[in-house]
């Protein structure tokens, strides 16, 4: 009677083609797992460092800020790219400290002047903005001026 029980708690596996078997942590699955991971994220990390290659680098203008108005003719230009990139107004070049930081003063012409900053990567892309400052001369200054110019 025992054999006959024993013989009917055997599972049938005649009718599944496929037997998936429980998983079972074991040290060699958990070494697996190590392995395909680590190199999934070496895959990662090297599709990240070659897609920044081609990446134009960040260019950020704290002032002046977009179509200011301005009533002095001298204007600080501020602003922060990525460390290592170069850095032109108008074409020229400004200096660019370790942190990625450049500042420039610009006298101005009365009338509208058009700014353009662009930052250059050392793997030549390149990031531009622009800006268009309005320098609107005082009228007591010139008045001041002209005074000063009669009394002489």
């Known amino acids: ?25 074991s040290r060699k699955t958990l070494v697996v797992a190590g392995l395909v991971m680590l190199g999934v994220s070496s895959l990662a990390y090297l599709y990240f460092q070659v897609t920044s290659l081609k990446r134009p680098p960040r260019l950020t203008i ?13 204007l600080e230009i501020k602003g922060k790219t990525e460390p290592g ?16 930081e450049f500042h420039e003063n610009l006298s101005l012409a009365p009338g509208s002047n058009f700014l353009t900053i662009r930052a250059v990567n050392k793997f030549g892309q390149s990031a531009t903005l622009t800006r268009t400052i309005v320098y609107q001369e005082n009228q007591k200054k010139r008045m001041s001026i002209q005074e000063f110019s009669l009394k002489r």
């Open 62 to 74: 704290f002032s002046p800020r977009e179509n200011l108005t301005a009533d002095v003719d001298r």
């Open 85 to 100: 990139s170069n850095v032109y107004l108008n074409n020229q070049s400004i200096t660019v400290d370790a942190k990625g």
């Open 1 to 25: 009677q025992i054999a006959k029980n024993i013989v009917r708690s055997k599972p049938d596996f005649s009718r599944n083609k496929f037997f998936i078997p429980k998983f079972i942590l």
